[in-house]
């Protein structure tokens, strides 16, 4: 098992909501995000949570105001709540982390990340 494990991935209907989840390893991460790659695309950004301090949220504009990141309970646990998805919503969503506190100020960049999770896939058809 990796340092970071996705679950919550499946097949709805467009409009409809579905949950997703990802749990680290280490106690803590200072910065937990999504994000998704789609067949043929590339690899994109989708929401980073400070899991320090207020737990601010960033989104890509592409799900701004229907998807939701929050941490859970502990620092190492990150949700997605998708909401009225599209079938463009499809795609492999990927959990990424880092302890780093300087890996908030470029959230949205990959190589912000040090660890990733295998992904989980989510389908969304019409």
């Known amino acids: 098992q990796g340092e970071l494990a996705e679950s919550g991935g499946g097949v709805v209907q467009a409009g409809e909501s579905l949950r997703i989840s990802c749990s680290g390893r280490a106690s803590s991460y200072y910065t937990m995000a999504w994000f998704r790659q789609a067949a043929g695309r590339e690899r994109e950004f989708v929401a980073a949570v400070r899991t320090y301090s207020d737990s601010r949220t960033q989104y890509s504009n592409s799900v701004k105001g229907r998807f939701t990141a929050s941490r859970g309970g502990t620092r190492n646990i990150v949700y997605l709540d998708m909401n009225s998805l599209k079938p463009e919503d499809t795609a492999i969503y990927f959990c990424?982390?880092?302890?780093?506190?300087?890996?908030?100020?470029?959230?949205?960049?990959?190589?912000?990340?040090?660890?990733w999770g295998q992904g989980t896939q989510v389908t969304v058809s019409s």
């Open positions: 990424a982390a880092d302890r780093r506190s300087d890996s908030v100020a470029y959230y949205y960049r990959e190589d912000s990340y040090t660890y």
